[in-house]
């Protein structure tokens, strides 16, 4: 199996990936086919739902950029750590932690983001 | 759809019931019949399943009793809080945070356990 360190840093990178081309990569690398993410304020469903997602994200917040808060704790099947969003040299924007769903090829299957501190 | 906090004080009550009887009834309340319950200790498949599980722990900790010890925080179909197991006057043994996935039903289809206090 993948290390989950390993996965969810590469998940990491696909959120802060603003280059198209490279984004896709990666998610190609960290998601399966039936990919889905689900937080309070968005979805994202498939490869392509999910780079439409974080491109919007990167509209949404230009600069800003996501950083893993916490180890990654991983048991059987399933992860969790915890994530900022933040601007260049600024405090935290949003904060939450992600509990995730890993495939038997080792990459994600699905994530559920939850808000400790939400976006103003 | 159930309200979360209601549903979730209702798991909490499962895993306090000591009655075998009131235990299941509780449990055909909580969980649908795809029940899954996964930890980094344990597993329960179905109601029979969950039914041994708690049973089991309950053994194992006689006289404990799991709380709640945040709000619960709900959104689209997933559900998460944290609970302590503690014993009668006593610190919590064990701390973690439970991250669920509820059915069209209202009841829960599968919870994931991450433990940040394990029982010694």
Do not use: K
């Amino acid at each position: 199996m993948t290390n989950p360190t390993d996965l969810i840093d590469r998940y990491i990178a696909m959120w802060n990936e603003t280059d198209g081309e490279r984004r896709r990569a990666l998610i190609a690398g960290v998601w399966t086919e039936r990919a889905r993410y689900i937080d309070p304020l968005m979805t994202g469903e498939g490869p392509a739902g999910i780079d439409a997602m974080v491109a919007g994200v990167q509209a949404r917040f230009p600069g800003h950029r996501f950083r893993r808060t916490t180890p990654v704790d991983a048991h059987n099947d399933r992860v969790r750590f915890g994530w900022h969003l933040v601007p260049e040299g600024g405090p935290a924007l949003a904060a939450g932690i992600d509990f995730g769903v890993i495939a038997g090829d080792g990459r994600l299957e699905s994530m559920t983001g939850f808000l400790d501190h939400r976006p103003g």
